[in-house]
């Protein structure tokens, strides 16, 4: 995928970013969970939905020579054990009879994706003013979902830049 957006007729960092996705998996806790449990979310966070996508760029620690796969593996691995602690997160959003916003305990697990972004760490721009066209490529979230209740607490993608090999990003419901 390549985007180009233009702001005062001016292209952005955003059209020298490619990103090609893999399909997504899901990652289940490392352990079994409790399932059937159901939390009710906050009064603010039934009137108040919010999507937060986060991007962190880690330095390569090796030479780098081939293991981008192993760093997939690793972040893939490290997500199954946080699942075990942090359950609900591997569940899904709801409605109760009240009609109230609910985490739904299924332990179904949290989509994740690999990708490969085509690019140097510069293309994407002055991440202190940050291109949200550019960085939106790098954070997974689910496609044709029409609203919150179509898409999992939590999504993660990892995707290896030129001189910043490991890119892993957040899309998660703020609840």
């Not at 009710?40 to 780098?64: E, H, W």
Request: hydrophobic share 40%; aromatic share 4%.
């Amino acid at each position: 995928m390549v985007a180009e957006a233009k702001q005062n007729g001016v292209a952005s960092k955003a059209q020298l970013l490619s990103v090609k996705r893999g399909e997504p998996t899901l990652v289940p806790p490392a352990e079994a969970t409790p399932t059937g449990e159901q939390y009710y979310l906050s009064n603010l966070d039934q009137n108040i939905a919010v999507i937060v996508q986060t991007v962190y760029c880690f330095k390569r620690l090796s030479s780098g020579h081939g293991h981008e796969g192993a760093v997939a593996d690793v972040l893939r691995a490290a997500l199954s054990r946080v699942l075990v602690h942090y359950h609900p997160l591997a569940g899904r959003l709801g409605i109760s009879p009240e009609m109230k916003l609910t985490v739904e305990c299924t332990g179904e697990g949290a989509p994740f994706v690999e990708a490969d972004a085509a690019c140097d760490l510069a293309d994407i721009g002055d991440l202190s003013t940050p291109d949200p066209t550019a960085l939106g490529q790098l954070v997974y979230s689910v496609p044709g979902a029409k609203n919150i209740l179509e898409m999992p607490p939590i999504t993660a993608q990892t995707s290896p830049v030129e001189a910043m090999p490991v890119a892993v990003s957040w899309h998660a419901n703020d609840t």
